[in-house]
């Protein structure tokens, strides 16, 4: 088992910033990737960046050249730095990861208000 809580939504203006922050616990030793998700009201839950052991990253088109996701999987720990925030970033943001199935977090909450 695996528990991932994440930090750091909240309520920002559009143009703003908000840094998401997640540490992974329990049986981590067969984690190799982590990363973010979203799902906002009425829409089925997706991808927003990924980050693997080796440092690579992906990010859906949507975020590209305004979110950025480090951290260090050794240590179980994955961030999302967040710039340039839209109205349409508004949902919950999930930490998730995937050993023997997927596993998520709580999710925090990310409003951007225009």
């Known amino acids: 088992q695996v528990q991932l809580v994440e930090s750091g939504g909240g309520l920002v203006q559009a143009g703003g910033s908000l840094r998401l922050s997640c540490a992974a616990s329990g049986s981590t030793f067969s984690i190799n990737r982590m990363g973010w998700f979203r799902q906002a009201p009425g829409n089925e839950r997706e991808l927003v960046a990924t980050?693997?052991?080796?440092?690579?990253?992906n990010y859906a088109d949507s975020v590209k050249g305004r979110f950025t996701i480090s951290g260090d999987i050794a240590k179980n720990t994955v961030y999302l730095q967040m710039n340039n925030l839209k109205p349409e970033d508004t949902a919950v943001y999930y930490c998730?990861?995937?050993?023997?199935?997927?596993?998520w977090g709580q999710g925090t909450q990310v409003t951007v208000s225009s």
């Open positions: 980050i693997r052991t080796s440092g690579s990253t």
């Open positions: 998730w990861t995937f050993v023997d199935r997927n596993y």
